[in-house]
């Protein structure tokens, strides 16, 4: 395990739900991320979190809400979601002070829109 | 922005031989490049980091070289096993100190017994 859970593994939701999806770290990391990861497609960044400021957001729709209450938690609040929506959604944290940006990343949560 | 090519055809070899996996890019010369290992339906894990002063690095079974003047990356695993089946991932710093990477499609290896 690389220190990062990410719960639930896997959700299905209709187009009219509500969820959120939860990252947390146990490294002692500073920055945190969140991915998009569609099928037969690279990892598509999503928001980057540091110190609990968020300091990218990949000009994702705003059906997509993050929050980072502190630098171990990272949530992905999701609301009227649609079918292209479906995709492994990934969490990585990156140790801050570091001169590279290796990630390391959670399980994913394989997410579902009908 | 960088843009990686890996090749998008599956490698399938057999068990023990040497695995060669290759990742181009086409724009500027990164600092270091990174190399992960993604297994269906998980997150990628990071195997290994080369900066652009050093040739080839090496980790047990893997070794990975990079030419900056060919803009290439070549990601070796030898004596393969099939547990070494998995997609491999290279990616590069975005540009401009932003510490958010580049990841290429990957290359799936399928290593048979």
């Known amino acids: 395990e690389t220190g990062v859970t990410q719960t639930p593994r896997h959700l299905v939701m209709g187009m009219t739900n509500k969820k959120s999806l939860k990252c947390e770290q146990h490294?002692?990391?500073?920055?945190m991320y969140w991915y998009k990861q569609s099928a037969k497609k690279p990892l598509e960044l999503m928001f980057v979190?540091?110190?609990?400021?968020?300091?990218e957001n990949n000009s994702v729709p705003s059906r997509f809400s993050p929050e980072c209450p502190n630098s171990s938690h990272l949530f992905l609040h999701l609301h009227t979601l649609q079918p292209e929506d479906s995709a492994l959604y990934l969490c990585?944290?990156?140790?801050?002070?570091?001169?590279?940006?290796?990630?390391?990343f959670g399980p994913g949560t394989r997410l579902t829109v009908l | 922005s960088q843009k990686i090519e890996q090749n998008s055809e599956a490698l399938n070899i057999q068990e023990g031989k040497t695995a060669t996996l290759t990742c181009n890019y086409t724009?500027?010369?990164?600092?270091?490049l990174q190399w992960y290992r993604q297994d269906p339906g998980r997150g990628p894990v990071f195997l290994l980091l080369?900066?652009?002063?050093?040739k080839e690095k090496r980790k047990e079974r893997l070794k990975v070289t990079f030419d900056t003047t060919l803009k290439q990356s070549l990601f070796h695993i030898t004596a393969s096993q099939p547990a070494d089946s998995a997609t491999y991932l290279c990616?590069?710093?975005?540009?401009?100190?932003?510490?958010?990477?580049?990841f290429g499609r990957g290359t799936s290896l399928i290593v048979h017994p």
């Open positions: 080369i900066r652009e002063n050093e």
């Open positions: 490294l002692g990391h500073n920055a």
């Open positions: 990585a944290s990156r140790p801050s002070g570091g001169s590279t940006d290796t990630q390391y």
């Open positions: 990616a590069l710093p975005t540009s401009g100190g932003s510490y958010i990477p580049t």
């Open positions: 724009n500027y010369s990164p600092a270091y």
């Open positions: 979190y540091n110190f609990k400021e968020q300091t």
